[in-house]
C-alpha cells in the first residue's frame, strides 16, 4: 500500500473592499510613501471596516470561496481548523462558528494560534490528521482581522498589517504529493519583542490600560527584523538540505508576507531566483496568519502539479519555520 500523504486539493480567499493605500496613511501619521515603500514593499492594505464583522466574517468568505471552485459538499468535511492570532472572542471558538456558518455540520472544529506563523504550524497539525488516515477532509483557514488591534497612530505598526484570509484543503494522497517535511521552531524568550499584551489571563485589561492605548499591538521592529531574516532564512536552508533540494529543484518559494527584505534575504539564502519567489505584499500588507494562502491563491493559476514549494514563516513567540510540499494538481 501507497503512503498517505496530505496534499492541498483546493484553495480559496478573500480580502475586504476597503483599500488602506499609503498616501491616506499619510494623512493619518507622520509618514510616506517613500519611507513606507523602501522599507517594507507596501504599498496598500485591505482593511475590513464593518462594525460587528470580525475574523470570523474573513474566514467565512474564503471558505466560501473553496467551497464554490471546489464543489465539495460542506457536509464531507471533518475538520476546519482557523489559524488566527485575532479570534472573534476570548472565549468563544472562532472555527466553530465558522464550520456551522459554512454547513461544515459534520466537522468538529478549533482555534490556534502562532501568530504569524499560524498558518505554517496549521499546515503541519492539517497534515497529521490526514496522515493517520482517519480523516479525508481538512480544511485549513488562516484569516485574521489585524485592524481590530493596530493603533492608527503608532507607525511602527499601523503601517505594516493588513485584514485578509485564505482557505486551503487538505486530502489524502498516494502519489507522494502534498506536505513532504517540516522543520518547525519556537522561543518563548522573545515575546516581549512583538505582542498585544493586554486583555489576556495575565494582563487585565482595565480603563486605565485603555486610555493608554495598551490593547495594541507592538513591537520592537530592529530585533524583530533581525530574529526574521536570520530564522526564515535558517529554516529555509535546513528543509532544502534536508531534501537534498537544490536552488534548481525548487519551483516556488512562498513566505510570509512581513517585509520584502525579510523576503528577499530568505529568497538569497537559498539563492532562488526573483521569479521563483511568490510576492504580494504590496497588496495586502501583512495580514499575520493569512499571508500564505493569500500567496497560494494568487499563484494558483501558474502552479503545475509536481512543484516544489517551499513555504517559511517567523511570527510572535518566537515562532518560525519551513515546510517542503509538492503541489498535487494543475489549475483549470
Wanted: charged share 25%; aromatic share 10%.
Amino acid at each position: 500500500m501507497s503512503r498517505i500523504s496530505a496534499a492541498i486539493t483546493a484553495v480559496g480567499a478573500y480580502v475586504p473592499e476597503y483599500v488602506l493605500t499609503n498616501q491616506i496613511l499619510e494623512t493619518m501619521v507622520d509618514t510616506n510613501d517613500e519611507w513606507i515603500t523602501s522599507r517594507t514593499g507596501i504599498k496598500e492594505r485591505r482593511i475590513l471596516k464593518d462594525d460587528g464583522k470580525g475574523t470570523s466574517y474573513l474566514a467565512i468568505k474564503a471558505a466560501k470561496d473553496l467551497i464554490n471552485k471546489k464543489g465539495i459538499d460542506p457536509k464531507d468535511i471533518e475538520l476546519v481548523i482557523v489559524a488566527t492570532a485575532t479570534p472573534d472572542m476570548k472565549a468563544a471558538s472562532t472555527a466553530a462558528f465558522t464550520a456551522s456558518e459554512i454547513g461544515a455540520t459534520n466537522a468538529f472544529s478549533f482555534d490556534m494560534d502562532a501568530a504569524c506563523s499560524s498558518f505554517l504550524f496549521g499546515m503541519s497539525v492539517a497534515a497529521g490528521y490526514i496522515e493517520s488516515g482517519r480523516y479525508k477532509n481538512v480544511l485549513l483557514i488562516g484569516a485574521d482581522k489585524m485592524s481590530s488591534i493596530i493603533n492608527y497612530k503608532d507607525r511602527a505598526t499601523c503601517i505594516i498589517f493588513g485584514d485578509g484570509a485564505g482557505a486551503v484543503l487538505f486530502e489524502p494522497n498516494e502519489e507522494n504529493l502534498g506536505l513532504q517535511d517540516e522543520y518547525l521552531r519556537s522561543d518563548g524568550t522573545g515575546r516581549e519583542f512583538l505582542q498585544a499584551t493586554y486583555g489576556g489571563s495575565s494582563h487585565k485589561l482595565t480603563a486605565e490600560i485603555l486610555e493608554k492605548g495598551g490593547q495594541y499591538a507592538f513591537q520592537e521592529g530592529r530585533t524583530v527584523f533581525k530574529n526574521a531574516v536570520f530564522n526564515m532564512a535558517d529554516a529555509a536552508v535546513k528543509i532544502l538540505e534536508r531534501n537534498n533540494l537544490t536552488k534548481d529543484s525548487v519551483d516556488w518559494l512562498a513566505a510570509h508576507q512581513a517585509n520584502k527584505r525579510i523576503i528577499d534575504a530568505t529568497a538569497q539564502r537559498i539563492e532562488l531566483e526573483d521569479e521563483k519567489v511568490m510576492v504580494n505584499i504590496h497588496k495586502y500588507g501583512n495580514t499575520t496568519s493569512a499571508t500564505l494562502p493569500l500567496l497560494i491563491n494568487d499563484y494558483e493559476s501558474q502552479l503545475k502539479k509536481g512543484d516544489n514549494i517551499v513555504f517559511a514563516a517567523f511570527g510572535g513567540g518566537f515562532n518560525w519555520g519551513a515546510i517542503y510540499l509538492k503541489w498535487a494538481y494543475n489549475s483549470k
